[in-house]
């Protein structure tokens, strides 16, 4: 779509229609890595994949990972051969892996080349090689492998070691991508490794591994999730259809939770419970959103969502125990505060100050350009509604303001939004405009 009609967006006058987004991230980031290490050849099913999963096939590829991608009509099949055997985990080769603008890519990958062979290189581009990196080296570094940093940021220098060695970790934040870097080098520990979280994680790793035959555990707690994992062990081959990514379809949750006339359905989505929180915060506000359980493949399950609209929401409060589950939605949750009554909190979101943007500081803006009332706090936001005005963007090139502030005009947050770079919603959903289309938001 050219950037002439989505360039001012303007409130639409009603949203209806069904939408499947594209696979998602988390899961098939973590599925391409498992399937590189594994014994044998997986082939994994992905729907309109982003940027940031080419630049994870792109990395392994360069990293001695054999793969091949094909198109079948709108979904892409990646057939990888593992470079592991019946008993051991593969072990990827020297070289420069770039990594793009994701994150995901750069810190799981840091934990899968620990245990390599030779010197693997892990690059980014400007926005990635600001973003902190030692929370991930620290405990690699723990285990046996040798990791250089520019000053805390990318590139990452790896000098990988096998066996590795179990150690017990204490996580400071609840980093899924931390947990999961870890987890790949534990596969190549003798021993059994701990990692403590504090707080509640996402749990794609453990439940892809364990669906893949390692021996890993989790244990909930008063005071946060703890995870063992014991090696050393080798990943079975494996068939999945990667299901829609939560965070995507996120963006047509708050639009048709918040909209006077919406009846959306999204399909094929997964609803893994670590993922979801964002339905029970938007339930509490008042919204009227219906799931359809379906099916569940290498221990993610999915189903369908129904969202309608009509239903005035009103305001929350969410603390530090509530975000860390929906770090990736609280741009779009801002949305939702200001289309709300009343005044809404979140605290305890310093995290994302860190992102590929400084979203605190970058939704803030945007918001108030849009004539919201925005208290912007060191660690989250005070937020309410007042009257609407037209609004100019500045994206800092992140998708998750493009996509939230999309939002915020369709409902009428905003009398209408300007964006400086649409295009970059297409790092983790190409078809976002052209699905926006589809369910009438341009109409």
């Known amino acids: 779509m050219s950037l002439a009609p989505i360039r001012r967006l303007r409130p639409a006058s009603s949203l209806e229609g069904s939408i499947r987004v594209p ?92 245990s390599g062979s030779g010197v693997a290189t892990l690059v980014g581009d400007a926005s990635l090689s600001r973003r902190p990196m030692e929370r991930v080296a620290d405990p690699l570094r723990a285990m046996g492998a040798e990791i250089e940093l520019n000053e805390g940021h990318a590139p990452l220098i790896v000098r990988g070691r096998r066996p590795l060695q179990a150690t017990e970790h204490t996580l400071s934040v609840a980093s899924a991508q931390v947990l999961g870097a870890i987890s790949f080098a534990a596969l190549a520990a003798e021993g059994t490794t701990a990692v403590h979280v504090p707080g509640r994680v996402r749990d794609h790793t453990e439940r892809m591994l364990s669906a893949l035959g390692a021996d890993i555990q989790r244990t909930a707690n008063q005071t946060g999730t703890t995870i063992t994992i014991r090696g050393p062990g080798g990943l079975q081959r494996f068939e999945m259809l990667v299901p829609g990514d939560f965070s995507s379809a996120s963006a047509w949750i708050v639009a048709g939770a918040l909209h006077a006339d919406a009846n959306i359905r999204l399909t094929d989505v997964g609803l893994n419970p670590t993922r979801t929180a964002l339905l029970d915060v938007l339930r509490r506000m008042g919204a009227d959103i219906e799931l359809l359980p379906g099916r569940a493949d290498a ?24 975000v860390a589950p929906l770090i990736d939605e609280l741009p779009l949750l801002a949305v939702a505060m200001a289309a709300a009554e009343g005044i809404s909190e979140v605290r305890g979101a310093r995290e994302l100050r860190i992102k590929e943007s400084d979203r605190i500081a970058a939704i803030g803006a945007a918001l108030s350009t849009a004539g919201v009332e925005f208290d912007e706090l060191d660690d989250g936001w005070r937020i309410r509604a007042d009257r609407p005005r037209d609004a100019h963007v500045v994206t800092h090139g992140d998708h998750r303001i493009a996509m939230a502030m999309a939002v915020a005009a369709w409902i009428g947050v905003a009398t209408s939004v300007e964006l400086d770079d649409p295009q970059c919603v297409a790092v983790s959903y190409p078809s976002f405009w052209s699905d926006a289309r589809s369910i009438g938001a341009f109409g």
């Open 23 to 114: 696979s998602d991230k988390s899961i098939a980031h973590r599925a391409l890595i498992c399937a590189a290490l594994a014994s044998g050849r997986s082939e994994i099913t992905l729907r309109g994949p982003g940027a940031d999963l080419m630049s994870t096939i792109a990395a392994l590829q360069s990293l001695g990972a054999s793969i091949k991608v094909q198109q079948g009509g709108d979904l892409t099949i990646v057939s990888v051969e593992g470079l592991g055997d019946e008993s051991s985990l593969g072990a990827l080769s020297a070289g420069v892996g770039d990594c793009g603008n994701s994150g995901t890519s750069m810190r799981l990958l840091a934990g899968a080349v620990a």
């Open 299 to 322: 221990g993610e399950p999915d189903g369908d969502i129904v969202v309608r609209g009509g239903q005035r929401l009103h305001a929350i409060s969410l603390g530090a125990d509530d």
